[in-house]
């Protein structure tokens, strides 16, 4: 495995570490924009190194999941339920 790719897969498990801590304190507080903010830059994060590295699709499928945030901080799209299983889902997928 060349070092390139253990590097983007320990960035990785960082970012989606960090996206399960949100998540967990998101559930106790869904109102809490910094952690909405927190969830979308991982996201956004995770998409631009799957990206540079050629995982286009984790690339792909994080950019949906940064839409979804996206939508809920610019308040087009109230947080609820739903969207935090779908989220853990993911999370679970990326894995």
Do not use: C, W
């Amino acid at each position: 495995m060349s070092d390139f790719i253990k590097k983007f897969i320990e960035e990785a498990r960082e970012f989606i570490a960090q996206i399960e801590t949100s998540l967990l304190s998101l559930e106790e507080n869904p109102k809490n924009a910094n952690l909405i903010d927190e969830i979308f830059r991982y996201m956004h994060s995770l998409k631009g190194s799957g990206g540079m590295f050629g995982f286009d699709n984790i690339s792909s499928f994080t950019h949906h999941l940064e839409t979804l945030f996206d939508e809920v901080r610019s308040g087009n799209l109230a947080l609820n339920n739903q969207i935090i299983e779908i989220t853990y889902q993911s999370v679970y997928l990326l894995k």
